[in-house]
């Protein structure tokens, strides 16, 4: 399902307005019924320009945005002298401001070296296919085939967590991505290498009282819970 051709309509009598996210939960509930049902092979590949693996099937596209879990700098920094000449009370006076400068250059670098969430350059394109989350971008490709995750949650309802062991040797890694299509990639990573995570057994990745919310706007959705 491409994120430019999801449709919006009125929202039912009495209930918040029905937006974007709404009808990519929706979708979602749909790929949920067909895949714990066996059907999901019975449905049209989306459009995508990623190359695909032999029976691999496209599920959904859009935009998406990256961060990493990571430092910004590794808690180095220049350290300067000075040499100053003239009265006692001028000396202590340049000494004193090198040392706090110095001080200052070290509290930013330490500052630098504590890891935080940093968003990556530009949005990306993401493929979501039955097997694996793609994420297209010159700078910060992405490709999260569900075996290889070690941990994967869904931070938020447009925001999945993972993290995985870099095949570029650059070690543990942990990374959001930033979409409407979070759900998806969630529930399709949780039933293929994550069976017991409690938010799936809970349905926690769906919001309460969704089935009933989509019904009340004219969109039934189908059972998944």
Do not use: K
């Not at 990493?68 to 000075?82: E, H, K, N, V």
């Not at 990306?124 to 039955?130: I, K, M, R, Y």
């Not at 543990?172 to 938010?199: E, G």
């Amino acid at each position: 399902m491409n994120d430019h051709t999801l449709p919006v309509q009125a929202h039912g009598q009495g209930q918040p307005p029905w937006g974007p996210l709404d009808d990519h939960l929706l979708y979602t509930c749909g790929v949920v019924h067909d895949l714990t049902r066996g059907l999901l092979c019975n449905r049209p590949p989306l459009p995508t320009t990623t190359r695909l693996a032999p029976g691999e099937l496209s599920l959904a596209a859009g935009p998406a945005a990256r961060s990493t879990w990571r430092p910004l700098g590794d808690g180095s920094y220049t350290q300067t002298s000075t040499m100053a000449m003239g009265s006692t009370g001028f000396v202590v006076g340049a000494l004193a401001v090198n040392a706090m400068s110095n001080a200052s250059r070290r509290n930013q670098a330490m500052a630098a070296a504590q890891p935080r969430w940093v968003m990556e350059n530009g949005l990306g394109e993401l493929t979501v296919t039955d097997r694996r989350a793609i994420y297209s971008h010159p700078e910060t490709w992405l490709d999260l085939g569900w075996p290889g995750l070690a941990t994967m949650d869904l931070a938020a309802p447009d925001t999945f967590e993972c993290a995985f062991h870099d095949i570029n040797g650059r070690g543990y890694t942990t990374v959001r991505l930033h979409s409407l299509w979070a759900s998806l990639i969630f529930v399709l990573a949780a039933h293929a290498a994550f069976p017991a995570h409690p938010r799936l057994l809970s349905h926690g990745w769906l919001p309460p009282g969704f089935e009933a919310r989509a019904a009340a706007h004219g969109r039934p959705c189908p059972p998944v819970r």
